[in-house]
T-cell receptor, first 114, second 113 residues
Framework: QKEVEQDPGPLSVPEGAIVSLNCTYS??????FMWYRQYSRKGPELLMY??SSGNKEDGRFTAQVDKSSKYISLFIRDSQPSDSATYLC??????????????WGLGTSLAVNP | DGGITQSPKYLFRKEGQNVTLSCEQN?????MYWYRQDPGQGLRLIYY???????QKGDIAEGYSVSREKKESFPLTVTSAQKNPTAFYLC????????????FGDGTRLSIL
């Protein structure tokens, strides 16, 4: 079982829809949770960052962490064609050598159609 | 503006040749990272460095080498020992804190001639 599971999609929605992107994880020691957005042929950019459980809102984006279920979500309201990208979840944890590292999901490809 | 600069954007390698990818940051970050991204495989860590003159192997270090002589620079060499080097290479940097919030450059796409 991978430490982080993320459905690769692709996900296709009409403009204006609410989008829900999700990741599950197995390591209960993760404390920091991030969402990155990656446009084609570009590097990932940090979109949302949360610590421990709870919600965080930034404009049209809401990040949600449920540590009891080991489940994180990113919601996009009023989705726009410019939101079309790959969304990657990442979590901060310790590897087998007790070194801190980011554990990445595979990314979900999202297309928002005008 | 602060950021991470990767060069070149596209690179072609001949068989048996070593090539070096450049990564420079002016964010005053202590830690720097190299990832490889292949379709369907996500981001895989090649090497990382938490401090100048020190670096550690990541999950797929074989066939790669790095140096960290300056805080701002973390070049990656893809050696001839790397038999499948065609990929998108991403450099990142971060402060040395528990969150590991990494900031990325725009990548170098390496192809084999």
């Amino acid at each position: 079982q991978k430490e982080v599971e993320q459905d690769p999609g692709p996900l296709s929605v009409p403009e204006g829809a609410i989008v829900s992107l999700n990741c599950t994880y197995s390591n209960s020691a993760f404390q920091y949770f991030m969402w990155y957005r990656q446009y084609s042929r570009k590097g990932p950019e940090l979109l949302m960052y949360t610590y421990s459980s709870g919600n965080k809102e930034d404009g049209r984006f809401t990040a949600q962490v449920d540590k009891s279920s080991k489940y994180i979500s990113l919601f996009i309201r009023d989705s726009q064609p410019s939101d079309s990208a790959t969304y990657l979840c990442a979590m901060s944890g310790l590897d087998a050598g007790n070194n801190r590292k980011l554990i990445w999901g595979l990314g979900t490809s999202l297309a928002v159609n005008p | 503006d602060g950021g991470i600069t990767q060069s070149p954007k596209y690179l072609f390698r001949k068989e048996g040749q070593n090539v070096t990818l450049s990564c420079e940051q002016n964010l005053n970050h202590d830690a720097m990272y190299w990832y490889r991204q292949d379709p369907g495989q996500g981001l895989r860590l090649i090497y990382y460095s938490q401090i100048v003159n020190d670096f550690q192997k990541g999950d797929i270090a074989e066939g790669y080498s790095v140096s960290r002589e300056k805080k701002e620079s973390f070049p990656l060499t893809v050696t001839s020992a790397q038999k499948n080097p065609t990929a998108f290479y991403l450099c990142a940097s971060s402060f040395r804190d528990k969150s590991d919030r990494q900031h990325f450059g725009d990548g170098t796409r390496l192809s084999i001639l």
